[in-house]
């Protein structure tokens, strides 16, 4: 079956550094991989989309790469800040069946702290 | 324009009790997934409905069942409660065949099963 894991539970930076997350999978070769923040108490928060076909995504300070024959996803935040302090998931869509999109495979997060 | 609105917030139970927890979607979608998050783990797919039809389903016994409505709001209900069944119960919205686009999750319902 598919996993997916993401390199540290927690990742403690100081501000203004780039923060580097890490998403691998297993078993599975996704047509596009999604990355989510979420807030103590919250849910998540869709932040960005990268295809199969695409090496690399940016979305203001954030920047996604996504490498299939590593089977891996890099995750960056530029120019940190204590507002970035969060949980980030990786998910995955699992195999699609019978045409209709194929629910998200979570990882289980990592713990992003940036310190002032 | 309002996003995914979950009910209730917070909830205790009993062992063996049962629960019903509502989710309305964002306007403009037509899907709604369910998903359970343990303490310290990512979000677990329990099923998913569209047409008020149950599309997909994830690793849950049977007593996880659900229905969607024809207004697209969705009901996740959960009968003879087990203390492993405390999470926090997410919903997501989507567009069925835009679910690429990313899904819109509420905040949550908190269960507590004592």
């Known amino acids: 079956s598919q996993k997916i894991e993401q390199n540290s539970e927690a990742l403690n930076i100081q501000e203004g550094k780039t923060a580097t997350l890490t998403c691998n999978y297993t078993n599975y070769s996704p047509a596009y991989l999604q990355w989510y923040r979420q807030d103590p108490g919250r849910g998540p928060v869709f932040l960005l989309l990268?295809?199969?076909?695409?090496k690399e995504k940016r979305k203001e300070r954030l920047k996604v790469t996504f490498d299939t024959t590593l089977k891996q996803s890099l995750f960056h935040i530029t120019a940190s800040q204590p507002a970035d302090s969060a949980t980030y998931l990786c998910a995955l869509p699992a195999p699609f069946y019978g045409g209709s999109q194929g629910n998200l495979i979570f990882g289980k997060g990592t713990k992003l702290s940036v310190k002032p | 324009d309002a996003g995914v609105t979950q009910s209730p917030t917070h909830l205790i139970k009993t062992r063996g009790q049962q629960v019903t927890l509502r989710c309305s979607p964002k306007?403009?979608?037509?899907?709604v997934s369910w998903y359970q998050q343990a303490l310290g783990q990512g979000p677990q797919f329990i099923f998913q409905?569209?047409?008020?039809?149950?599309?997909q389903r994830g690793n849950f016994p049977d007593r996880f069942s659900g229905h969607q409505f024809p207004n697209y709001s969705s009901e996740l209900n959960v009968n003879a409660l087990l203390l492993g069944d405390s999470a926090l119960y997410l919903c997501a919205s989507s567009l069925f065949f835009g679910a690429r686009y990313g899904y819109t999750f509420g905040s949550g319902t908190r269960l507590t099963v004592v």
């Open positions: 409905y569209y047409e008020e039809e149950e599309r």
């Open positions: 990268i295809r199969e076909n695409e």
């Open positions: 306007s403009g979608h037509d899907t």
